[in-house]
């Protein structure tokens, strides 16, 4: 695959992985990512996407482990799941968290999101690697 090529589809990925994160965002009602907004105090939104996203890319990571010739492992995975999840939210989440005195909450949301995340691409690996070999 040309590179350019391969830019533009992972282009293409991440606008509407950020896009679906977005919507995702919304629908829990926290559609904006601002300091001190006392709308939430628990970042449900974002740990929604970033264990979702873990546990998809898990399953893509074997589903396409073969897959060298094509679009869909740059489209896929680095473009819409990189769009989609976020690091830099949940670290503004966090310090947000603490800033506001919420230092429980804060820890408990890095723990879970880490420890879901993990728990979601180990999960989406060995279903993917029962379902591929059957």
Known sequence: MREASRLA???V????GA??????SQIF???RLELGDQSANFPWATLA???TGAFLIGILAVALITDNSSYRKPF?????L???????????????LFDRGLWFTA??????TVGAGLLAVNIGVRATRRVVRT
């Open 9 to 11: 589809v992972i282009g």
């Open 13 to 16: 990925g991440g606008v509407l």
């Open 19 to 24: 896009l679906s994160r977005a919507g995702v």
């Open 29 to 31: 009602g926290q559609d």
């Open 49 to 51: 996407i970033n264990v």
């Open 76 to 80: 896929l995975i680095t473009g819409f």
């Open 82 to 96: 990189g769009g989609f999840t976020t690091f830099s939210a949940l670290a503004l989440e966090a310090v947000d």
């Open 107 to 112: 820890l408990v949301y890095l723990i879970v």
